[in-house]
C-alpha cells in the first residue's frame, strides 16, 4: 500500500506499483488518454507527480529504450523519467502492443520511481483544479512515521505529520537540471534533403521529437545549454529556437538575456511552450502562474493573426487542437510592436505572441506533439520560410 499526502492535509490511499520509494513534487494531472511514455519523460514534468485522468494506464507497455543515429532517445521525449511519481485509477499489470518491450511497472521500477493504483482520480482531479495544485508526497506506507497501512481505514483522510515541509519545485532553476553541459551539432541524415540552415537551439528541457521535427525538414540543430552565450557563437546561424522546459520561467534569466541578443541581431526566433514565456520577458512582458495549468491533447486554440500578419476577421480564425503542458502562462499586456497570436478557446489565455515583423514568434503549445495531435505542425515549416 502506498498514500499520497497533499500539503493541505488531505490524504489518497492506494496500492503502491513501480518502485517501492518515497517522493515529493508538485501533484499536477493531465487529461490525455494516451501518451503516458512520452509525458512521463518529458523534462518540462520535471519535479512534479502526474496524475492521469484516464482511468486506465499501462495497458499498450513502454517501448524500447533505444538511441537514434544521432544518440538521443528513439521512442520517447528525452533519455529518462522526469515525472517525480505516477497517480491513476487503474494501472495494467499486462501489456499488448507490437512496439513494447516493458511494462509500465517494470520501466518504473527501472528509474525508481512510485505509482500509485486504486486512487479516485476524479476526486483528487477535482480538487486540483478547484483548489489549484499543489505539493505532495507519496508514501509507501510501512514508511508513513511508523503507522499500520491497516489503520488507513479510509482511501481519503485528514494526514498527520511534516508535508508541508515539502520543497517547492518551482522556486529551484528546473531548467539547469534538465538541460545539456556543453553544445552539440546535429546533421540531417544522408537519407534527409538539407536544406541548408543551421538554426541554434537553446535546450531548456527540450523534447526530442522537436529535434526530431527539424532534422526531417534538413535543418542543421545546434543544442547548446540554457546559458550559452549567443553573442560569442562561432558559426552560422540562420535562426534560434527556445524550447520548452520545466518551472518557472523568471529563473531563466541567462536564456530571457540571449534572446534579447537575437532580437537585437534581428535573428529569426521561434519559441514553444517554456521558450514562449521566455520569449514574452524578454520582450518586456510578464508571466504568471495558473492555477492548475494546462497539460493534456486536446487544447483549443484560435489563431488571431493570419499568415500574411494582419489580424484575422472573426469569420477567416482557424482554431486548432492543440498539446500542451505547462504550468506558467504570458500576461494579456504586451509591449509595443508584439501582438497576441493564439488564444486558448476555453479560458481566452495567451497561447502564442508575434512581433509585427514576422521575425520573431513563439506558442504556448506543442507543435511537434508526441504525445497528442498534429494541427500546429506546420510552425515548423512557417519558421523555416521566415529564415529564407
Known amino acids: 500500500m502506498a498514500t499520497l499526502l497533499l500539503q493541505d492535509g488531505t490524504a489518497f490511499k492506494g496500492e503502491s506499483f513501480g518502485a517501492a520509494v518515497d517522493s515529493d513534487g508538485e501533484v499536477v494531472f493531465s487529461t490525455g488518454m494516451t501518451g503516458y511514455p512520452e509525458s512521463m519523460t518529458d523534462p518540462s514534468f520535471r519535479g512534479q507527480i502526474l496524475v492521469m485522468t484516464y482511468p486506465l494506464v499501462g495497458n499498450y507497455g513502454v517501448p524500447s529504450m533505444e538511441l537514434n543515429e544521432w544518440g538521443f532517445s528513439k521512442n520517447f521525449e528525452s533519455e529518462e523519467i522526469h515525472v517525480r511519481g505516477l497517480i491513476v485509477a487503474q494501472v495494467s499489470e499486462g501489456y499488448s502492443h507490437h512496439n513494447a518491450t516493458s511494462?509500465?511497472?517494470?520501466?518504473?521500477?527501472?528509474?525508481?520511481?512510485?505509482?500509485?493504483?486504486?486512487i479516485d482520480t476524479r476526486m483528487l482531479t477535482k480538487k486540483l483544479?478547484?483548489?489549484?495544485?499543489?505539493?505532495?508526497?507519496?508514501?509507501?506506507?510501512?514508511k508513513r512515521h511508523g503507522e499500520p497501512a491497516e489503520s488507513m481505514t479510509s482511501p481519503v483522510r485528514q494526514a498527520q505529520g511534516d508535508v508541508l515541509s515539502i520543497d517547492d519545485p518551482n522556486v529551484r532553476n528546473l531548467v539547469a537540471e534538465v538541460s545539456i553541459d556543453k553544445a552539440v551539432t546535429y546533421q540531417p541524415s544522408k537519407g534527409m534533403t538539407s536544406v541548408g540552415k543551421t538554426i541554434v537551439a537553446y535546450d531548456c528541457g527540450m523534447k526530442r521529437n522537436?529535434?526530431?521535427s527539424f532534422l526531417k525538414r534538413g535543418v542543421t540543430v545546434v543544442r547548446v545549454p540554457w546559458d550559452y552565450d549567443l553573442s560569442n557563437h562561432q558559426g552560422k546561424i540562420d535562426g534560434v529556437f527556445i524550447s520548452n522546459g520545466p518551472g518557472n520561467p523568471k529563473t531563466c534569466?541567462?536564456?530571457?538575456?540571449?534572446?534579447?541578443t537575437s532580437i537585437g541581431k534581428g535573428i529569426p526566433t521561434f519559441g514553444i511552450c517554456l521558450g514562449n514565456q521566455l520569449m514574452a520577458l524578454a520582450a518586456g512582458g510578464d508571466t504568471y502562474k495558473l492555477p492548475y495549468g494546462h497539460r493534456g491533447m486536446n487544447?483549443?486554440?484560435?489563431?488571431?493573426?493570419?499568415t500574411d500578419g494582419s489580424v484575422c476577421e472573426p469569420h477567416k480564425r482557424k482554431?486548432?487542437?492543440?498539446?500542451?503542458?505547462h504550468g506558467f502562462a504570458v500576461s494579456d499586456k504586451l509591449p509595443s510592436g508584439w501582438d497576441v497570436w493564439f488564444r486558448n478557446a476555453n479560458d481566452g489565455t495567451v497561447e502564442g505572441i508575434r512581433h509585427e515583423s514576422g521575425k520573431f514568434f513563439a506558442v504556448q503549445?506543442?507543435?511537434?506533439?508526441?504525445?497528442?495531435?498534429?494541427?500546429?505542425?506546420?510552425?515548423?515549416?512557417?519558421?523555416?520560410k521566415m529564415m529564407g
Open 319 to 325: 482554431c486548432i487542437i492543440t498539446s500542451q503542458n
Open 129 to 142: 483544479r478547484e483548489e489549484g495544485v499543489m505539493l505532495g508526497r507519496i508514501v509507501q506506507d510501512d
Open 210 to 212: 522537436i529535434i526530431r
Open 103 to 118: 511494462s509500465l511497472q517494470n520501466w518504473m521500477e527501472h528509474f525508481e520511481i512510485p505509482g500509485i493504483t486504486g
Open 365 to 384: 503549445f506543442h507543435p511537434e506533439a508526441t504525445p497528442g495531435p498534429e494541427d500546429a505542425n506546420y510552425l515548423f515549416d512557417d519558421f523555416l
Open 253 to 260: 534569466d541567462k536564456t530571457i538575456a540571449n534572446i534579447r
Open 299 to 306: 487544447q483549443p486554440c484560435v489563431e488571431l493573426i493570419c
